[in-house]
């Protein structure tokens, strides 16, 4: 049987198609092979070749043993593991179920369960790649369903008789000759789409609640209060992606450009200690009461004259992070509010942003700043060591508990460090040079030293006991960013520059089709920040866009310009710009996002130019339409009454009404078959079924009364036929009692042919 084979392939390909669904997680991967190995072999060896099946009580009793395999993972208390438990199941039962002779009970289990891999999948995977596979998921599943209710419905309308003929059930027709009218499926098809839109747009979401944000072990940025140099080097190697960063210019509006790559902040170090036990080295923040933070973020200062306000660019950023283990979140300091963020704090002494609770860690998260930060696409060096414009009262300079700590540095431990800075700082000191020319020799001796590489080899070969700092800049002169950092902080504090690690991220990768930044693990960066007294400063330095008054801090990057990455392609930015339309649209469609306007909808991570200028055009449509200014004023829906809008109303309306009375065809557009207690069944004979069904499609239905005939009279009376298309009825009807009642049973080629054309031209009166 033809639909069976078709109905044995869909099942195969929406086999597959489930478990690629399934497989698109960590941990699961081997689910789309098991799945596909299992629907090629059914197809093959089973349903083709019919070489080998399984009895359905062997079946069972391996779908109990796929159950007991799968139960070890549902117990182990981890919602994750449990949901990945239920997608290995769904996926051996359905290769068991492949296995067997297709039936009816086959292919209705099967449909079952890759609905429930739709589910299941949907729980563990939101990402782009879960809706690209949805689209062909959906379409060769509504096709299965299509050929499963063929299928169905012919198994059931052919019973045996007493005599062995196969003859057709009452009131039931042959879906073989169910053909949908051309009209209909142009009509019907959009309509569907566009309703279940409606109602795809119009039900809410929530933001990043699906597992796969803290599943295996994916999904997770950000960086802790303390790092290892295995730790670093292990984000560089990383390309997941973990935010998207805009930046705007607050006086035009335009996508803002830079010149060199941006430094997000992330998290202060401010000690360094070697760890005997593991024989490693670390850095961590010092924690002190008067250094946390709980405040909201400062307010802008402004510069009273014009001149200095030329000297810097009002920035406004808006970075979109992926969830994160972690509290501290990123900022380009110096920053001010825009408006209120309830989630978001600011820790002055750090020039930190954390968030203000754990309840919204593991969810995709959205702020925006303001920064001085830029200016004419470059980002400033010089950041003031504390903002001078909070409420609370700050000392703005360095107080010598602080001081101290930035300070500390283990002699004994370093003493190859040591001596390779002393050298360097005793001839830049020779040269009668400052503070600020010390710093950056030292930062120019390890980033500009041919002698130094970049490198992300993380193994370690230093003997046990050697400090990984005093190592690599004697011996290893190899390594990433934080070991440039780490190296420089240190040699700083041996020349007594008060100095601490900041670690972030450094990225210039632009996308283009979006408009913004994309920050990837691998752009994970260390720099160093030297605290210089203001009367230290050296001639020129000044922090334009900053409060006056206080220390500086001035930033230095180490590491060579070997270390840079690579940016992606435009292929890969075009794939990064549609999950945001995904993240947006699909994931975090809330119940407050669908209440806004047209404009909203554009909005999307901080109004990203490329798509949310459509909507603002789409809006202002809207808003003219109301105001009556569309069309220069035809249509104007604010008036209480339109004399045009009411003409074009009321011929509308007659039209719809006359085509829906007088239209045989658009009454009767998505019907297939009226069924009854006075509609007469099928009389088994293919050609007088067709013709029957295609009068149906008419508005004419043959009742049980109605001998053939007489039908075929009714229907030339109310369709009122021309000759061609009575004799056509009569040739039908003749033939029917031919093979009823007279000693031919088959047709030849020629009455075939007679009677194939007869019904083409009975068709053609639907056009």
Known sequence: MKTEALLKIHFVALTILGGCLLGGV??????????????????????????????????????????????????????ERQIAAVARLLVLVQAVLHLQKKSRRVFEQLSVFALLELIVAAVLNDALYFG???????????????????????????????????????????????????????????????????????????????????????????????????????????????MRLELRNKESGRAYTLREPAYLRGQVLDGYHWDPVNDLGEWETVRRRDFVGNHRLPREY????????????????????????????????????TEPFDSIRHWPRHWLLKRSGNEARHQRMEYSFLTHAFS?????????????????????????WERQMLLQIDRTRLPNLIDAADRVADDLRANSKGITEIAAGLETYLGQNPEFTYSLDLSDQRPRNVDPMDYFISTKKSGHCQYYAGALTLMLRSQGIPARLVVGYKTDEFNSFGE????????????????????????????????????VWMRLDPTPALG????????????????????????????????????????????????????????????????????????????????????????????????????????????LRRTNNETAGLSGVAFFDQMCFLLSRMGLYRKR???????????????????????????????????????????????????????????????
């Open 564 to 671: 840079e990455e690579q940016g992606s392609g435009r292929m890969s930015h075009m794939m990064d710009f549609a999950q945001i339309l995904w993240d947006d649209y699909v994931l975090d469609m809330s119940n407050q996002r669908q209440q806004g306007t047209l404009q909203d909808l554009g909005q999307g991570v901080g109004e990203i130019s490329a798509y949310s200028a459509y909507f603002e055009q789409i809006d202002q449509w809207v808003q003219r339409l109301k105001a009556g200014e569309l069309g220069e004023g035809a249509v104007a829906i604010h008036e209480i009454f339109s004399w045009r809008v009411t003409v074009v109303s009321v011929f509308v309306c007659l039209g719809a009404v006359l085509v829906w009375r007088n239209s045989y065809r658009a009454s009767n557009l998505f019907s």
């Open 132 to 242: 690209m596979l949805l689209i062909p998921f959906s379409i060769v599943g509504l096709s299965t369903m299509v050929q499963l209710q063929s299928y169905v419905c012919q198994t059931m309308t052919s019973t045996a008789s007493r005599s062995g003929q196969i003859e057709p059930e009452p009131f039931s027709f042959d879906v073989r000759n169910v053909k949908l009218s051309r009209v209909g499926l142009f009509v019907l098809g959009p309509a569907v789409l566009f309703f279940a839109a409606t109602f795809f747009y119009a039900l809410p979401r929530s933001s990043g609640n699906g597992l796969q944000s803290t599943a295996f072990g994916q999904g997770t940025t950000g960086y802790s209060e303390s790092v290892r140099f295995e730790q670093m080097g292990r984000l560089l190697q990383n390309p997941q992606k973990v």
């Open 376 to 400: 004419r696409g470059q980002q400033t060096q010089w950041l003031r060591y504390v903002d001078l414009t909070s409420e609370r009262h700050y000392s703005s300079t360095i107080g010598a």
């Open 516 to 551: 913004y930044y994309i920050v990837r693990q691998l752009h994970a960066h260390a720099w160093v920040e030297a605290y210089i007294d203001r009367d230290q400063l050296s001639a020129g330095v000044d922090l334009y866009g900053q409060a006056p008054g206080g220390g």
């Open 26 to 79: 960590s941990g699961t991967e081997s689910l789309a092979t098991i799945a596909l190995a299992a629907g090629l072999f059914s197809l093959v060896f089973v349903d083709w070749l019919q070489i080998v099946y399984l009895p359905p009580s062997i079946a069972y009793i391996l779908m109990g043993i796929a159950s007991i395999y799968c139960v070890g993972g549902f117990w182990s208390g981890v919602d």
């Open 705 to 767: 009364f109605q001998t053939p005939r007489e039908f075929a009279r009714v229907a030339q009376t109310e369709l009122s036929c021309d000759d061609q298309q009575a004799a056509d009825l009569h040739r039908i009807v003749t033939r029917l009692y031919e093979q009823r009642f007279g000693s031919s049973q088959e047709l030849d080629a020629a009455q075939q042919q007679e009677l194939d054309q007869a019904l083409r031209r009975i068709e053609s009166m639907l056009r």
């Open 302 to 337: 402004v510069e009273e004259e014009a001149e200095r306000r030329e000297k810097f660019d009002r920035v406004e950023a808006t970075l979109r992070i992926e969830p994160s283990n972690t509290m501290a979140i990123f900022s380009i300091p110096p920053y001010f509010e």
